[in-house]
């Protein structure tokens, strides 16, 4: 079974209305021979609250070693979103499969008049997917309600309720006490149940669950306010423990969250409050106070009810801006008034609609906030409404976009969008470019000048897909038949002349589709000045100063023996030299801080005067920032940005940064990963984290992607990603290729690679395939063949 075909039925089981009970799960479940048991569940149930701390326990989890499954709702993209395991999206592999063992099933049902809705399919796959991945924990976000709750098939090992307000009357109830009831339903039997509730709803609580820790009487949160741009302190204060941490997102409310996660984190971990800290910095969550720019300040939130809206009006108070410019899209089930007082009144609002059969008429929503704003305006696109903010706004001015995550999920397009650029030679390659976008099948076409594949909403893929068939392109759109509110795979083949056209088009269509075309022409143009890799591809020599490296361990430890061998590289013509202290080869031994800096510090005083830049090349941002202090210029970070604090040194410094690709660091003995495409994945998870870069206020150009050759890769995807490197520079940053001499050249008998020569012919196609840089220990022979691959390239020009 294909993916777009397995998505589709999981989709179209959201015509069925939803309902409460557990016997449907349970029942698939059953029938796939409870595939789900062994883990440990997590339930996190509540108004508001739930998602951003189930993320925050599973990345506490996470840090203390634990393999975590997340299974959370809604997805703004795809339905893989839903269920990740140690951060990563179930592959589409697995989707595929589940379907097709559970079809059979969920066809029965449907045939007797029981069928299983949306959310039972996708709760019963990720506990399919969790059991089958053998995680020790799965954190789940409860839907609505606890006691009738798909979730509440599993008999949890710890849970929460983390806060209650009115909602989902019609199923939960007419108070809050009632509502409160029926979510402590998820308490587990063996342990206390986590809560921040308070009066009536606690004392409801209380009365249903049993034994309780309460986070704001049993443990106290001290929230410190708001730190830089994005973050905030909080003080958590246990009997006989505390944790003093900061939080990726600001507000009171995700403080308290971070006490629940804090608690729960103890009973199934033990964590101590280093890993705590570590753990709730690093749980960045979309869409959940997200600041994505500062002139104006930007943010978008999912808040989608009074409480909510309550909780994001007492964080906007935290900062200084001019006027209020409101966007907003909502679901036709909530308390708009409510949540229109619960806001500040602002200055300008633009009233949208999600695109999902749930939105609220943004006539209606425009009526709602006319008597809290002078100049309200309705535009039915939200991304086409988050321009009309954004043009409305001065550079004091803070514009918020809210009312519902489906609205935060396509306004956030904006900054995540891309044109990935296809390596397509042959029908193999064509057929690759076309699967991967979930096209239709049919026969590619032998050989395209040029493939880009973007993802756009179903009307603006209609529309693109004309005007490139209108041109003398060819468009295939994703097989996946659009649900309201996803975005569809387009991929689109032609000469450069048939682009230009294409986006000439585009510029004048409107509804968004001029970004489309910007898209389009940045794959093209990939301006890098400023830097070696701005002029072609740049040599970073590699000077490890440890004892233990792979390649060259103790050969430099010495410090007289490291610049000696520094002078060497910039003899030879590398352009930065990176310097590593801490081995990162499969088994190596963590070395602390302070070790780390000793070694390094040193050597990069003695060579920071060369003529190459110098690089560092570690895991802690304590060593970066020493490094910088001792004249280093770049951060190359192997985790990428695992320590939190990372990306706000570079920032700090204006340092680029390079953000790798790898699940483990140092590599773990046996890994294996599955994926789907390996590029593509590699793509999707590195976006994030480029994501996250910018938004710490490291410009792009600064940001250096590496797609961690080596790391959780299998042989086959390691010479998959060195050859379709171009594929890369979508995300609009310096490419990195780290190759030299690893275990991947034993599939041509070249490993070890005595003399370096595997390493060499690599290098040579790194730079023909698009590398700006590429991390080799052999320099000579490597500039070299940096050198003549530039050549090739620039031949024509030359002549």
Not at 97 to 114: G, I, N, Q, S, Y
Not at 125 to 136: A, C, K, P, S
Not at 154 to 174: F, K, Y
Request: proline share 5%; hydrophobic share 40%; charged share 25%.
């Amino acid at each position: 079974m294909r993916y777009d075909e397995a998505a589709d039925f999981l989709l179209d089981l959201q015509r069925y209305r939803p309902r409460a009970g557990t016997d449907s799960t349970a029942d698939l479940l059953d029938a796939l021979d409870s595939p789900h048991e062994g883990p440990a569940y997590v339930q996190i149930a509540g108004s508001n609250g739930k998602g951003s701390t189930a993320r925050m326990l599973e990345s506490v989890l996470r840090e203390a070693g634990l393999d975590v499954g997340l299974y959370t709702s809604p997805h703004f993209d795809s339905v893989r979103e839903r269920v990740r395991v140690n951060g990563r999206k179930m592959p589409k592999s697995a989707v595929a499969a589940f379907v097709e063992a559970a079809k059979p099933h969920l066809v029965e049902r449907a045939a007797a008049d029981d069928p299983a809705t949306f959310f039972e399919a996708v709760t019963a796959m990720g506990l399919w997917h969790f059991g089958r991945e053998d995680v020790d924990v799965a954190v789940l976000e409860v839907g609505i309600g606890g006691k009738y709750d798909a979730t509440s098939v599993v008999d949890p090992a710890a849970s929460a309720v983390t806060s209650v307000t009115l909602e989902h009357q019609s199923v939960l109830g007419d108070t809050v006490e009632e509502i409160a009831r029926d979510k402590a339903h998820v308490a587990p039997a063996d342990r206390a149940l986590v809560t921040a509730a308070t009066g009536d709803a606690l004392r409801a609580v209380r009365d249903q669950a049993g034994e309780t820790v309460v986070v704001g009487e049993d443990v106290t949160v001290s929230y410190g306010g708001r730190v830089g741009l994005a973050e905030a302190a909080v003080d958590i204060q246990g009997r006989d423990w505390s944790v003093s941490a900061r939080l990726p997102h600001p507000g009171r409310h995700q403080a308290e969250n971070a006490g629940v996660a804090a608690v729960l984190a103890r009973q199934l971990a033990d964590a101590d409050s280093a890993t705590i800290a570590r753990g709730v910095r690093g749980a960045h969550w979309p869409g959940r106070f997200e600041v994505l720019d500062d002139a104006p300040l930007t943010v978008l939130d999912g808040a989608h009810n009074p409480g909510a809206c309550d909780a994001l009006a007492d964080v906007l108070a935290e900062y200084d801006y001019d006027d209020l410019v409101l966007v907003v899209g909502a679901m036709n089930d909530k308390d708009h008034a409510g949540m229109a007082d619960a806001l500040p009144d602002p200055a300008t609002v633009v009233a949208c609609e999600p695109a999902t059969p749930r939105a609220e008429d943004p006539d209606v929503l425009a009526r709602v906030f006319e008597s809290r704003s002078e100049d309200v305006r309705v535009v039915e696109n939200v991304e086409a409404a988050l321009e009309t903010g954004l043009d409305a706004a001065d550079a004091a001015d803070l514009v918020l976009l809210t009312g519902s995550l489906y609205a935060v999920a396509e306004a956030r397009r904006r900054w995540t969008r891309t044109a990935t650029p296809r390596v397509v030679r042959d029908r193999g390659d064509a057929r690759r470019a076309l699967d991967a976008g979930d096209a239709p099948h049919g026969t590619p076409d032998d050989h395209v000048a040029a493939t880009r594949t973007v993802r756009l909403r179903e009307e603006r893929a209609a529309r693109v897909e004309t005007e490139m068939t209108a041109v003398g392109g060819s468009c295939s759109v994703s097989a996946l038949r659009s649900q309201p509110g996803n975005y569809l795979a387009v991929t689109l083949s032609g000469s450069r002349a048939t682009f230009d056209a294409l986006c000439e088009r585009l510029e004048s269509a409107g509804d968004g589709l001029p970004a489309v075309a910007d898209d389009l022409r940045d794959s093209f143009e990939n301006e890098l000045s400023g830097y070696p890799w701005g002029d072609g591809t740049a040599v970073m020599g590699i000077l490890n100063v440890t004892p233990d490296s792979f390649h060259d361990g103790g050969e430099y430890e010495a410090v007289a023996d490291a610049v000696e061998r520094a002078e060497e590289l910039v003899a030879a013509g590398v352009d930065v030299i990176d310097v590593g202290g801490e081995s990162t080869r499969p088994g190596a031994e963590p070395v602390p801080a302070a070790e780390e800096i000793d070694r390094i510090v040193p050597v990069i005083e003695r060579i920071s005067d060369l003529d190459a830049l110098v690089s560092v090349d570690t895991m802690k941002a304590e060593v970066g920032r020493a490094a910088l202090e001792a004249g280093a210029d770049i951060l190359n970070d192997v985790t990428g940005l695992g320590d939190p604090e990372m990306r706000f040194v570079a920032a700090e410094y204006g340092a680029p940064l390079v953000v790798m690709h790898s699940l483990h660091a140092p590599v773990e003995p046996g890994e294996s990963v599955a994926y789907d495409d390996v590029v593509d994945d590699v793509l999707d998870e590195l976006r994030e984290r480029v994501l996250l870069a910018e938004k710490a206020g490291l410009p792009r150009e600064k940001i250096i992607v590496d797609p961690g050759i080596g790391f959780g890769k299998s042989v086959g995807e390691n010479f998959e990603i060195l050859d379709r490197t171009a594929e890369f520079r979508a995300l609009g940053c310096p490419v990195l290729v780290g190759h030299s001499h690893k275990s991947m050249f034993d599939r041509v008998n070249r490993y070890p690679d005595e003399g370096g020569y595997a390493t060499v012919a690599a290098t040579a196609l790194a730079a023909d395939r698009g590398a700006d840089i590429v991390r080799v220990h052999d320099a000579a022979e490597n500039v070299a063949a940096v050198r003549v691959a530039d050549a090739v390239r620039r031949g024509s020009d030359d002549a």
